[in-house]
């Protein structure tokens, strides 16, 4: 390609002078997506456990229970809501960089096929909508990641105008939104009246006929922080190439560390004392917060091997989409009344046997990752995407 198509606007460069080097397999990106996966169910198992499922969560979060249960909840809470879907959203973010800079290597156009995986993600997040869970994220990293694809493709000083832009939409969004649920006295939940708790009483079809009859409220988050969203996967993709996982960015590390160590100090504070900020706290608090975790974790893993608690989570990670997808099934089981309906068991006892079961299912997890793992090279819905990609690429 040419300069003049260089300077067309064409997405699809030539390989340029000194192309990205190949880093090799880095350790810490699959430490962080295990960690990432485990965390998101550290939030999500307290919206399965909840009595009123996914509605009743938003409307009250913590259960009407007495002593010591509501406080140690609320903390548990505020300890991982928003934390690990930042760090999520940022290893997708690094995940598009690095096979960016993989087609560039190649001599490869960008985004080139791109679009078919980002459609087969959207596909995953569909059926995992519909037959699992409401809170999918899949569908909007699927938006996100094809409309960041373009943008990585720019320069790094538009990637940077990208990141402010959104990030500044986002805020401002989220403080508009904070501020007219303080003044209306409104829960998160309370506009949604749907009579019949089917968490607790409908079949496994009721619920999915339900997610289809509540479209618009439960895909109210993806649209919510689509602006984050492109900021942290651009952001992601800034961090990989300023070295956030190499020595030359120890100082770089060392300043996301601090910030995130000062935004999850103020974060609790405000979740201990100022539920109504929740907003504020799961969408503006909690990506700073990820940027320090991620930033810990490079450092962590970045000059040894990763001992046995980093390989498990290593394991974890390379099977990242097949966990999450089966953590949330079997979290299904377990809290909704079509399966066990643990869900229903009396207020005291909630909080315990969510703590239990998180621990449990990420237990095996852990275990059934490193099992598979032993025989095979990918997990089962990473190597049916894998094979979905090469047919449609192909074609």
């Not at 009123?52 to 009407?64: D, N, W």
């Not at 939409?169 to 989220?174: A, P, R, S, T």
């Not at 749907?194 to 649209?223: C, H, K």
């Amino acid at each position: 390609m040419s300069r003049t198509d260089l300077q067309s606007g064409a997405v699809a460069p030539a390989v340029p002078t000194n192309p990205p080097r190949s880093p090799g397999r880095i350790a810490a990106l699959d430490v962080a997506r295990g960690i990432a996966i485990l965390g998101t169910l550290a939030t999500n198992i307290w919206i399965f456990s909840h009595p009123g499922g996914f509605l009743g969560y938003l409307a009250e979060p913590v259960s009407p229970a007495d002593g010591w249960a509501p406080v140690f909840e609320r903390m548990f809470m505020a300890l991982a809501n928003g934390k690990f879907l930042g760090l999520l959203t940022l290893m997708f973010g690094i995940g598009l960089a690095i096979q960016r800079n993989s087609a560039v290597r190649r001599g490869r156009s960008w985004p080139g096929s791109y679009p078919w995986r980002a459609l087969l993600l959207f596909l995953d997040g569909v059926l995992h909508y519909f037959l699992v869970v409401e809170f999918d994220v899949l569908m909007g990293y699927a938006v996100t990641g094809l409309v960041v694809a373009w943008i990585i493709a720019g320069t790094p000083r538009t990637q940077r105008r990208w990141i402010i832009a959104t990030s500044v939409v986002h805020v401002l969004v989220i403080t508009a939104l904070t501020v007219l649920l303080v003044t209306a006295g409104a829960g998160l939940g309370d506009p949604v009246s749907v009579g019949e708790n089917l968490y607790a009483t409908g079949s496994w079809w009721d619920l999915v006929v339900q997610r289809w009859e509540l479209l618009a409220v439960f895909r109210m988050e993806p649209i919510l922080i689509f602006g984050m969203g492109i900021a942290l996967f651009t952001l992601g993709a800034q961090l990989l190439e300023r070295g956030l996982f190499e020595q030359r960015g120890a100082g770089l590390r060392s300043v996301l560390i601090r910030i995130g160590a000062v935004a999850l100090l103020v974060d609790l504070v405000l979740a201990m004392t100022l539920p109504d900020l929740m907003l504020v706290n799961r969408y503006v608090l909690a990506p700073l917060v990820s940027l320090g975790l991620l930033s810990l974790i490079a450092a962590g893993w970045l000059y040894r091997t990763p001992g046995f608690v980093g390989r498990r989570l290593t394991d974890v990670g390379r099977m990242a989409l097949t966990c999450y997808i089966v953590q949330n099934i079997l979290a299904s089981v377990l809290f909704q009344g079509w399966g066990f309906g643990l869900a229903q068991v009396p207020a005291d006892d909630r909080t315990w046997l969510t703590v239990a079961a998180f621990v449990g299912l990420c237990a095996v997890m852990v275990t059934a990752s490193h099992l598979w793992l032993r025989r095979f090279e990918r997990g089962p819905v990473e190597w049916l995407w894998a094979r979905g990609y090469a047919l449609l690429a192909r074609s």
